[in-house]
């Protein structure tokens, strides 16, 4: 049952949003990157940062993912030529930051990438002083600010989404389930802070130590906790591979029935596909980006390359679609900070999204339910931003 311990101890060395990462700051020293001028009349340089060349086969797997993905949002461009380099991280960040100084002395007038959070936060300050803007692939907000742009979806983004869709249904008594390690800690926040923009009531808030004896314990006080306030819907930060089986199978057999109390996941609820057999799991509610661009995305790789995409090979389409959308306008100053964070945002590989003053990155998602071991969807990702969940 809890095998999925030992994927999150490796996965805190290296994930999206790795322990290491919560002592970052979002480049303090860095100016706002007001991007060089370019001459839209030639290509456009852009510098690609991989992880490729860190001794980890998965790494090398998905730098070729992102150069892949890269080249072929390059072929749908409407007439924008881009000059791509692509230079290997190893995953490391000194390496990404002498990477970044090379990239820049090549010409680059913009970075995409790199991925990993200390990686991307030392290509930040390593463009910050000629006003170089970073598109990194990390998810991970703390890095975000000045000159970094995180394009990975965050926890706050989906976040926001479940919660405004919950009040539109009459839920807003909202009970907070979390893990007690880094992610479970950066969820709650993204969850409590985005039940208080939308207008909800923080019903109570249960930790838990990431074990199986930790979670079981756990259960008679979210039981509590949902009685005593009332609460209508539980917001549960579990994984399909940490906690999330078994916390679906506890509660109820505790008495916090999914028929009465909502179940609401702060992760995709369909990955692993067996996660969606499981009894618990039946009518929760989970965010996902729009299923139809993404399952284009997906067949256009196919097609391309002979093998279906990494799930995080949409980023560097993304960061691609954008710099390309921007340049169309033949403004010299398309890749500034103003141009960057424009509202009506892109169209990305799965879906709208569009990058904020902060630094983050905001994706139109659709809300997900399971029904008879079927993801249906419920409320369909927006086309446009203004629309539902933004």
């Known amino acids: 049952m809890f095998a999925f311990l030992k994927s999150l101890r490796k996965a805190a060395r290296r994930a999206i949003i790795p322990v290491a990462a919560l002592g970052l700051t979002a480049c303090d020293t860095a100016p706002i990157g007001s991007g060089p001028a370019i001459d839209t009349s030639k290509p456009v ?44 991280t190893a995953g490391n960040a000194q390496t990404a930051a002498t990477q970044t100084a090379a990239a820049i002395n090549d010409g680059a007038q913009i970075i995409l990438g790199p991925l990993y959070a200390e990686a991307a936060n ?11 803007n970073v598109l990194a692939f990390s998810n991970n907000t703390t890095i975000a600010g000045g000159n970094v742009f995180v394009l990975g979806s965050t926890f706050g983004n989906s976040a926001d989404r479940l919660v405004s869709y919950a009040t539109s249904q009459g839920r807003r008594n909202i009970v907070v389930v979390h893990a007690e390690d880094v992610a479970g800690q950066l969820g709650r926040d993204a969850i409590t802070q985005s039940i208080a923009r939308n207008g909800a009531s923080l019903a109570g808030t249960v930790g838990y130590p990431l074990s199986q004896q930790g979670l079981i314990a756990a259960v008679p006080q979210i039981k509590a906790t949902v009685d005593n306030a009332g609460a209508d819907s539980v917001f549960l930060t579990a994984t399909p591979s940490a906690g999330l089986p078994l916390l679906t199978q506890l509660l109820p057999e505790a008495g916090v029935s999914p028929a009465t109390t909502q179940f609401i996941g702060l992760s995709r609820w369909d990955s ?72 009506s945002g892109f169209q990305g590989a799965s879906g709208i999204f569009r990058l904020r003053g902060d630094g983050t990155s905001e994706r139109g ?6 029904r008879e071991n079927r993801v249906t ?5 927006p086309t446009s931003f203004g629309g539902a969940g933004f």
């Open 365 to 370: 998602l659709a809300i997900a339910t399971v």
């Open 122 to 132: 030392a290509a930040g300050v390593a463009a910050a002083a000629e006003g170089v």
């Open 45 to 88: 340089p852009v510098a690609l940062l991989v992880p490729r060349g860190s001794g980890q086969s998965s790494d090398d797997l998905l730098a070729q993912n992102l150069e892949n993905a890269a080249r072929l949002a390059m072929r749908d461009l409407n007439g924008v030529e881009i000059d791509l380099r692509v230079y290997s």
């Open 272 to 343: 692993p596909s067996q996660t969606l057999d499981l009894p618990g799991v039946q009518g929760g509610w989970f965010a996902l980006p729009d299923p139809n661009r993404s399952a284009a995305f997906n067949n256009q790789y196919l097609t391309a390359y002979g093998s279906a995409p990494h799930p995080l090979a949409g980023l560097a389409f993304d960061g691609i679609a954008a710099i390309g959308a921007l340049a169309s306008r033949g403004d010299s100053n398309a890749l500034s900070r103003s141009s960057l964070t424009q509202g």
């Open 377 to 381: 969807i419920i409320s369909p990702a």
